[in-house]
């Protein structure tokens, strides 16, 4: 079975834009990125991972987050 490894930001960031995030954008302390008038700030890829499941409302599977 697969496990969850880190991933570099850009990676991270470009796997979002697969799932139809908006391009990041810069804030006043972070840069986030929005999908459907959600926001989400772009901090640690765990909390990263979190916001986007809870925004989709289903967890983002390992064999999801590596096809993508």
């Not at 908006?22 to 909390?47: A, S, V």
Request: net charge positive.
């Amino acid at each position: 079975m697969a496990r969850w490894v880190p991933c570099k930001r850009r990676d991270f960031i470009r796997k979002l834009r697969r799932l139809r995030f908006d391009e990041p954008r810069p804030g006043k302390r972070h840069f986030y990125m929005t999908i459907d008038q959600q926001m989400m700030i772009l901090p640690k890829l765990k909390d990263l991972l979190k916001q986007a499941e809870d925004i989709f409302g289903r967890e983002i599977t390992l064999e999801e987050w590596l096809a993508l």
